[in-house]
């Protein structure tokens, strides 16, 4: 017995790393699985390849599972519906929706190409919206349905020469936030990971000093993707029905939960603020509670991945 028997799942991105993963793990937890990949490089922008994601849906099936394959783009909300068509007509429903697919251009803000920065967000902002668009008046009418959407640290802490991605993905952290919010009265739940691994988009990011080099190294050695997808997977099943609305990370055998912005400090101003009294009060009285520009470590105290 599976957590997901009797359940349809549909992973994008499900030709190669997280995605593969999670459609692979889902599949060995008793779900019927629609393995949605374009087959396109990492960059995006080329035709793509139906393999991927029939490579995966075949190893599937070898393996006793049930799958489909599908290659079309969730740059597209038609196509985004023809998944949710799909799963009906070849499996009769669809419960829960695992979201890691993705491209990269990375750039420094100040070279960035209009180009560099509506593909990414398109793939990822508008991908995001598509497939959820696309499928969450099902789940509605089902009152039963579960999105992993997949956020970044490039968002939540910030990355340099991930302007774009890290502008999409923080935007995917505050859509999961209001459709878990408008869902929970329909049974509709959402959660976002933001996940460190070791696939082909992390080995893409260049290696600018021994910081990055350092940082590479060890999770191509200890961090794998099979550990966020396994966790993608836990939170789509029933037994994780009372999570929503949370945003999660994964790295490596460290699971992470994350705060979400709050006012961390408030001052008042009877007679209100002047600009003098901005600058000389305000800002000095809240500048011991400034985020430095230093991306948090990625090792904790304890020697492990962060």
């Known amino acids: 017995m599976g957590v997901?028997?009797?359940?349809?799942?549909?992973?994008?991105?499900?030709?190669?790393?997280?995605?593969?993963?999670?459609?692979?793990?889902?599949?060995?937890?008793?779900?019927?699985?629609?393995?949605?990949?374009?087959?396109?490089?990492?960059?995006?922008?080329?035709?793509?390849?139906?393999?991927?994601?029939?490579?995966?849906?075949?190893?599937?099936?070898?393996?006793?599972?049930?799958?489909?394959?599908?290659?079309?783009?969730?740059?597209?909300?038609?196509?985004?519906?023809?998944l949710l068509e799909q799963a009906m007509d070849s499996f009769g429903g669809l419960h829960a929706v695992i979201n890691p697919a993705g491209i990269l251009r990375d750039r420094m803000f100040h070279k960035m190409s209009e180009a560099d920065w509506d593909d990414v967000i398109a793939v990822?902002?508008?991908?995001?919206?598509?497939?959820?668009?696309?499928?969450?008046?099902h789940f509605r009418n089902q009152g039963d349905g579960a999105y992993m959407l997949f956020t970044s640290t490039s968002g939540l802490l910030g990355n340099i020469g991930q302007g774009n991605y890290g502008a999409a993905k923080m935007g995917i952290a505050g859509l999961s936030r209001i459709i878990a919010m408008e869902g929970a009265a329909k049974g509709v739940r959402c959660n976002c990971v933001a996940p460190v691994a070791w696939t082909r988009m992390t080995q893409s990011v260049p290696v600018r000093d021994e910081a990055s080099a350092a940082r590479q190294k060890l999770i191509a050695e200890t961090i794998r993707a099979d550990q966020p997808a396994r966790f993608s997977v836990a939170l789509v099943c029933d037994a994780a029905k009372h999570v929503t609305g949370q945003v999660f990370g994964v790295s490596g055998d460290n699971i992470l939960l994350y705060s979400q912005p709050r006012a961390i400090a408030t001052l008042n101003k009877a007679e209100g603020w002047t600009i003098p009294?901005?600058?000389?009060?305000?800002?000095p009285a809240m500048s011991d509670k400034f985020y430095s520009l230093e991306r948090p470590p990625l090792t904790s105290n304890d020697g492990k991945a962060a």
Do not use: W, Y
Not at 10 to 21: A, D, F, K, Q, S
């Open 4 to 82: 997901l028997d009797g359940k349809v799942v549909l992973v994008t991105g499900g030709g190669n790393g997280i995605g593969r993963e999670c459609a692979l793990i889902a599949a060995a937890e008793g779900a019927k699985v629609v393995v949605n990949d374009l087959g396109g490089s990492l960059a995006g922008g080329d035709e793509g390849s139906a393999g991927p994601a029939e490579t995966v849906a075949q190893e599937i099936r070898a393996a006793g599972g049930q799958a489909v394959s599908n290659s079309n783009s969730v740059t597209s909300l038609k196509a985004c519906e023809g």
């Open 124 to 137: 990822h902002m508008r991908g995001t919206f598509n497939v959820c668009r696309a499928t969450i008046e």
């Open 277 to 283: 009294a901005i600058l000389n009060e305000a800002i």
